[in-house]
């Protein structure tokens, strides 16, 4: 009985999986200060079909590797202080393996009396002094590039909160700010938007009357337009460009021979080669016109074009592996880089020998809610299926199964013991 309910629990693990969120691919790379002055500490999260799924934080270093949901529609990042990324996300065919980006943060204003800041720092605020007295405050709009400093032509909106009403301006490169009187005091939320740059939301304390005009700048975001490709085989040798419609040549941020990515304009079409070498044969030959956000860009080459990489040859009969537990920290799944080594042996064994398979099972110790200990063994156990997977291992090969706390190998009385009940195992089996 306990036989047939273990294979139930094998068997249904991929609904599981599914109703956590599938998994496709992974986003790594770097959040960083607009100005330049370093890394940030970020937390990412996607926004899918289903809802928002939380992906993970950067490290001190503001790197950041999280898996992928699939169906992402769009990916917000956010950090203490700065203003908050909405980038959408486009992925152009199947998503696989792992795509680099690059984004860079402003900061936000902080709650102060007469000047603009972010909606997301808005404490309890009442004004001292409502009462309806007429008055003439004169403020003046302007709207800029947070990189540049160059003037935008934009949309602002004002909501009045004691006249509870709404008026609207348009800003143009001719006429770049607006006037505006304000004849009581006042909390006043803002809204501008200007084409291609991230919406700004703020607020506006008017509690000060004076007879000096003043002038508010708003800084916006320009709205990132990234192509993060990443090319699946690839090998060394393969050379990679990136043109415009006119044919002139792109600069793209190269990580290695198989992930590339550019900031770029949205609307513009764009000519993505990948050939054998300078003035070699191009076997991909692929045109996008690229929309707002962040556009992912799978290539997988034909493999009798790939030129040859000097490789080790390496005696098939001396390729061995064997079963071996792999441990993780408490409440980590993020693969250990020890692990590694021994799963790319795994990998290798499993495709040269076709008759092999995988059985991998997660546990963990007994700290904390069962359901959570349950969800972050099947997260161990996917990220372990998932690195194979990418290493070329068939996916039908692997039988998966996260079970929680209920099988400990050590009673969880210390912690050396409920370090080792934090396990994933991974066996080989023979296939039918």
Request: charged content about 25%; aromatic content about 8%.
């Amino acid at each position: 009985m306990k036989y047939k309910r273990f294979l139930m629990t094998l068997l249904l693990f991929p609904v599981t999986m599914t109703l956590l969120h599938a998994q496709c691919g992974f986003l790594a790379g770097k959040v960083t200060d607009m100005s330049g002055s370093g890394p940030l500490i970020a937390s990412l999260s996607a926004k899918t079909d289903q809802g928002k799924v939380r992906l993970g934080k950067t490290d001190s270093l503001g790197v950041f590797n999280v898996e992928m949901p699939c169906h992402i529609t769009e990916l917000t990042v956010e950090s203490l202080k700065y203003q908050t990324l909405h980038i959408p996300v486009n992925v152009d065919g199947k998503a696989e393996g792992t795509f680099f980006v690059t984004v860079a943060m402003v900061p936000q204003g902080k709650q102060t009396s007469d000047e603009p800041y972010a909606q997301s720092e808005q404490t309890h605020f009442e004004l001292k002094d409502s009462t309806k007295t007429l008055t003439s405050i004169v403020r003046r709009f302007e709207v800029k590039d947070a990189m540049t400093n160059e003037s935008l032509p934009a949309e602002i909106c004002l909501y009045y909160t004691q006249k509870q009403k709404k008026d609207c301006f348009s800003l143009v490169i001719s006429r770049p700010t607006v006037e505006v009187i304000f004849t009581e005091k006042d909390i006043v939320a803002l809204e501008v938007k200007s084409p291609g740059y991230q919406a700004y939301n703020g607020n506006l304390i008017l509690d000060k009357t004076d007879d000096e005009p003043r002038t508010y700048i708003i800084k916006l975001n320009r709205q990132h337009t990234i192509l993060s490709v990443n090319i699946i085989n690839a090998k060394t040798g393969i050379q990679c460009r990136l043109t415009e419609e006119n044919k002139e040549v792109v600069a793209m941020n190269r990580i290695n021979d198989g992930h590339y990515y550019a900031e770029l304009v949205s609307g513009k079409s764009y000519r993505f080669v990948i050939s054998a070498g300078q003035d070699q044969k191009e076997f991909v030959n692929a045109v996008a016109s690229l929309k707002e956000g962040l556009t992912l860009k799978s290539f997988r080459l034909p493999d009798r074009e790939l030129p040859v990489a000097p490789v080790e040859i390496v005696n098939k009969s001396t390729i061995t592996a064997s079963d071996k537990t792999l441990y993780f920290p408490r409440s980590d799944y993020k693969l250990p880089l020890q692990s590694r080594t021994y799963l790319d042996s795994v990998a290798v064994f499993i495709m040269e020998n076709k008759n092999k398979g995988l059985r991998i099972t997660g546990h963990t110790d007994n700290v904390g809610n069962p359901n959570l200990n349950l969800t972050l063994s099947e997260y161990r156990v996917r990220v372990i299926s998932r690195y194979l997977v990418g290493k070329g291992v068939p996916e039908k090969v692997i039988v998966a199964s996260g079970l929680g706390s209920k099988y400990p190998v050590r009673p969880n009385d210390t912690e050396e013991n409920r370090r080792m009940n934090r396990r994933v195992e991974v066996q080989i089996v023979d296939l039918q």
